[in-house]
C-alpha cells in the first residue's frame, strides 16, 4: 500500500500540517469512528508513523446509539489489522447519552484514558474544514463572541504530556474520499449525525451549498480566515486579561468553597471588553459553568463592577455568589462558590 | 401631528438613542431619500428638535437613476414644509455612476457639502438594525476581519466639526414603518436598489427571511451582539496599533511622495496580527487603497517584516514601493508612494 499512498498529496499536506519530526518515535493514539474521514485520516498517518518509526494506536468508541455500530467496531478492529498498529476500544455506558454533548464528554473521557494507560503523546481526531466551517455557521447563527467564532481549536492540552490535536482542519471531506478511493479502501457510512444533530446536519446539506452556490462561491474560505483571524485576536484579548488577572485577581479554595477576590482598583481604566474577558478566563480556571452565563449575566457581572447604584450582592448560575465589598480600599468584588453545593445546584 | 408622534415609543428610542441634549440649539442635516426609513426619521427627529429647540435641514440627493427618481425629490421637500423645515437638495453628475461605490462617494460628498454650507454640526442617516444585519452577512460571506464585522459604525468624524451619525442603528424597518403607518405619513417605495445591489437584495429577501425561519429565529440579534463585540475588539486592537507605531513609525511627505519608515527593531516580539493591524492603520491614515489589499498582500508584507529570507523589495497595489533595509541598526522597512503615480496607477 505504501507507494500508492505516499504518492498522493495527502499525505504530503498531512504532514506539512503535522511534521513527523514533531511525533518522531511516539505514541500516537488515533480517534477512529470508521468513517471516511478518520479512516483516511489513519492510512494516511500510517504511511507517515512508517517513516517516522512511530507507534499508532487506533481508538475506536462505540456509541451504541444504532444497530451497525458493533459492524463499525469490528471495521476499525479490522483496518488496525490491515495497518499493522494496536486497536483499543470503548463503549457507552449502559445508560446512553442524554444528547449529543454527553456523549462527547464521554468519548473524550474514553481517548483520555486510553491516551493514558498507551503512553501516547498525542491523540488525534479528524475533524474537517467543512467541520469547521459548519462549526462556525452555527455558532454565528445561535450567537457567538470571538472565542466561538474562531472555531474548533487545532490543539488543546488534554492532560499533562498528553496534546489532542487536529491536523485535518486544513482538509475538505472530499479529499478525504478521493483518497480513498484511490487507495480501494473502504469505510463506513455514518448515519448517526443525521439523529443526533438535526440543525448541524441541515447547515451540512442544505446551508452550506446554497450559500455556495448562490451567494458567495468562496464562503467556506472566507469563514476560515475569519475564524483564524478571531483565534488571534482572542489570544492577544487573552493575553492581555491574564495581565490583568495577575494584578487584580486573588484566587483561594479549600474543601469548602473557591473564593475569587477582585481587586476593583486595578480595574480602573481597563476597557470593559478586557474587564468581560477576565471574568470569562476567571470561568474558565475554576469550571464554574460558562455555559450557563449569558449575554446578559456577564453584562449584570460588569455593571457590579462600573456601577456603584447596582446591587451589591447577586447570584449567578451555577450557585456563584458576587459581594461588593467598597469598603476595601478602591473596593474588592468577591466571588465565591461552594464545592458541596455544585453537584446539586448545577 | 406632534401629539401623536410624541407619544410613540419610537420618538422615545430615538431620544434614548441619542439624547436631544446632544445637540440642542445645533443644527442637524437629515439625509432623506423618501424611502420609509428616512421620512420615519425625519418625523422624529423633527418632534425631538422642537424639544430641543435645534435646526433640521433636510438633504434629498437625486441619484437619476429611475424614472420616478424627480418625483421622490418633489416628495422630500413637501415633507420638508410639512414638518416645517429648511430643504435642500443636489443631483448626481451628468456622466451618472459606474457603480454603487461612485454613488455612495457623490451622496456622502453632497451631504458633507451641504453640512459645511448649513452649519450643520451633525449629518444622520436613517441606516437600521436590519442594514446592520445585511451589512455583517453580506461581509462575512465575502470575508471579512474583525474591522468589517464590526459592521457600519454608529458615528464617524466626516470633517473638523462635523460628525456623522446613524441613530437608528437600534431600530427595526418594521418599527419605522409601524410608527409611519401611526402618522399617516406616507412614503416612496424605492425600487432602486432591486437594480444597484443584487447580491444585497437576496441577502434581505432570501436568506434573512430563511435563516429565521429554517436555523435560527433570533439570528439578527446573534449578528447584532457579534457585530458590537467585533468592534470593540476592534477599538482595543487599533489603540494597541496605534502605540505601536508610535514607536516604530515616522511618515514623511513632501510634494513628491509619502515616505513611511518602519523601525523593525520595535516590531520585535509583537504579534503578527497587531503588526498587520498596524500596517492597516497606516494605509488608512495615508489613503492608501487599502480595497485593494488582500489576505495575500498583507501576509506578503509581513513576511517582508518576519522573515530576511523574503524578497527585500515589493511592489504593493496602488504603487507602494516596499524595501528592507537591514544594515540600519536593527533593520528598516521603507514604504514609499510617489504622489504624481497614484492617478495613473491605481
New interface residues.
Given amino acids: 500500500m505504501d507507494s500508492i499512498v505516499s504518492d498522493h498529496s495527502l499525505v504530503e499536506r498531512l504532514e506539512l500540517s503535522w511534521p513527523v519530526e514533531q511525533w518522531q518515535g511516539l505514541t500516537v493514539l488515533v480517534a477512529v469512528s470508521g468513517g471516511a474521514d478518520s479512516v483516511a485520516m489513519a492510512c494516511a498517518l500510517s504511511v507517515l508513523a512508517g517513516r517516522g518509526k512511530a507507534d499508532l494506536v487506533l481508538a475506536h468508541f462505540d456509541h451504541q446509539w444504532r444497530e451497525e455500530s458493533a459492524g463499525d467496531a469490528h471495521f476499525v478492529e479490522k483496518l488496525a489489522g490491515q495497518l499493522g498498529c494496536k486497536h483499543v476500544k470503548g463503549q457507552a455506558g449502559q445508560q446512553g447519552f442524554q444528547n449529543e454533548q454527553e456523549a462527547r464528554q464521554q468519548r473524550y473521557a474514553f481517548l483520555l484514558e486510553m491516551a493514558r494507560s498507551e503512553g501516547a503523546r498525542f491523540v488525534v481526531t479528524a475533524h474537517t474544514a467543512d467541520d469547521q466551517v459548519e462549526t462556525i455557521l452555527d455558532r ?7 472565542r466561538g ?1 474562531s472555531g474548533i481549536p487545532r490543539t488543546r492540552v488534554l492532560d499533562e504530556g498528553i496534546v489532542l490535536l487536529r491536523p485535518l482542519l486544513c482538509c475538505h471531506k472530499a479529499e478525504l474520499k478521493e483518497y480513498l478511493d484511490e487507495l480501494g479502501q473502504e469505510w463506513c457510512e455514518d448515519e448517526s449525525n443525521l439523529d443526533t444533530d438535526f ?1 448541524r446536519n ?2 451540512r446539506h ?2 452550506v451549498p ?2 455556495k452556490s ?3 462561491p ?2 467556506e ?3 476560515l ?2 475564524a483564524e ?2 483565534g ?2 482572542q ?3 487573552q493575553s492581555h486579561a491574564g495581565q490583568l488577572a495577575e494584578r487584580a485577581v486573588t484566587v483561594a479554595r479549600d474543601d469548602q468553597q473557591q473564593k475569587v477576590t477582585i481587586d476593583l482598583s486595578a480595574l480602573a481604566s481597563v ?4 474587564v468581560r474577558e477576565m471574568l470569562v478566563e476567571i470561568w474558565c480556571q475554576l469550571d464554574w459553568p460558562r455555559q450557563a452565563m449569558g ?1 446578559r449575566q456577564w453584562n449584570q457581572l460588569l455593571e457590579m463592577i462600573q456601577d456603584e447604584t447596582t446591587p451589591s450582592s447577586q447570584t449567578f448560575p451555577g450557585n456563584v455568589r458576587v459581594t461588593r465589598d467598597e469598603k476595601k480600599s478602591g473596593g474588592q468584588l468577591k466571588l465565591t462558590r461552594r464545592l458541596e453545593n455544585i453537584e446539586t445546584k448545577d
Avoid: C, D, W
Avoid at 140 to 146: D, E, P, Q, V
Avoid at 271 to 274: D, E, G, M, V
Fill in positions: 454565528i447563527l445561535r450567537g457567538t463572541g470571538l467564532l440543525t441541515r447547515i442544505q446551508l446554497l450559500l448562490e451567494f458567495q468562496s464562503v474560505e472566507s469563514l480566515n475569519l483571524l478571531a488571534q485576536t489570544q492577544f484579548l476597557p470593559p471588553l478586557l449575554m
